[in-house]
């Protein structure tokens, strides 16, 4: 008997300081292993976002050990669900993948009540992501 294949989500942005990590804890979280979850940049930063590292403390999330990724064909591949989030057209194309575009502001430069905003859209949406594929 073999083990049914967990399905793989990989959230992507620019930097990947921000909103694709945003997404990502969130869905670790709810997903509590039934979804393998991945994020990457198509130019990622140095370091998180301070201000989103802060909004995600508020609610009981610690992301300061998460470091930016680059975003590589073989992480698209090897995904079943990639969400972009602003990062244009940087993001290759598979058959068979399924894509969406979450259309969402970036934290880069905003203050923390803005970046609460953001993280409270993309935990709405995660939350019906994990509903959709659970």
């Avoid at 921000?18 to 997404?23: T, V």
């Avoid at 990639?82 to 575009?101: L, N, W």
Wanted: glycine share 6%; with cysteine.
């Amino acid at each position: 008997m073999t083990t049914p294949q967990l399905p793989m989500v990989l959230f992507v942005c620019v930097h990947n300081a921000g909103r694709s990590q945003m997404a990502a804890a969130y869905l670790n979280r709810m997903a509590a292993g039934r979804i393998e979850v991945r994020s990457a940049g198509s130019e990622p930063a140095d370091q998180l976002n301070p201000a989103v590292v802060e909004a995600m403390r508020e609610v009981g999330i610690n992301i300061t050990a998460e470091r930016p990724k680059l975003l590589t064909p073989d992480a698209v591949k090897t995904s079943d669900v990639v969400i972009t989030m602003g990062c244009g057209d940087t993001c290759p194309i598979f058959p068979g993948k399924r894509y969406e575009d979450w259309q969402l502001d970036d934290p880069a430069g905003q203050g923390l009540d803005a970046v609460r905003t953001i993280r409270d859209d993309i935990e709405n949406r995660v939350r019906a992501l994990v509903a959709e594929l659970t």
